[in-house]
């Protein structure tokens, strides 16, 4: 059983910086690492991912430019670095674990096995 724990969340002015951790559990270096995030009334949406590998990162548009999906495997970790905070960036924010192996980033919810139970990031304008 994979365990994964999402910390960082919390209320910050627009154009803040926030940046999320996602403690996971078992053998890390093998899965695939996504954002996403849901906002109330809204389905959840991918944000940014990582391969099992770290060679490749992908992000939503909305956040291109502004947020950092980084990985330290001796730590079973992975960060999302969030600059430029906007109201609309607030929601729910889940971390998400992919174990295909594969070599691209999956930006489907669904096609990741494992989540966390979510940080709350809020911006307030």
């Known amino acids: 059983q994979v365990q994964l724990v999402e910390s960082g969340g919390g209320l910050v002015q627009a154009g803040g910086s926030l940046r999320l951790s996602c403690a996971a559990s078992g053998i890390f270096s093998s899965y695939g690492m996504g954002w996403f995030r849901q906002a109330p009334g809204k389905v959840r949406e991918f944000v940014a991912g990582?391969?099992?590998?770290?060679?490749?990162?992908y992000y939503a548009d909305s956040v291109k430019g502004r947020f950092t999906i980084s990985r330290e495997n001796a730590k079973n970790t992975v960060y999302l670095r969030m600059n430029g905070l906007k109201p609309e960036d607030t929601a729910v924010y889940y971390c998400?674990?992919?174990?295909?192996?594969?070599?691209?980033?999956?930006?489907?919810?669904?096609?990741?096995?494992?989540w966390g139970q979510g940080t709350q990031v809020t911006v307030s304008s």
């Open positions: 998400a674990a992919d174990f295909s192996r594969s070599t691209v980033v999956q930006t489907a919810a669904p096609e990741y096995d494992y």
């Open positions: 990582i391969t099992w590998s770290g060679a490749i990162t």
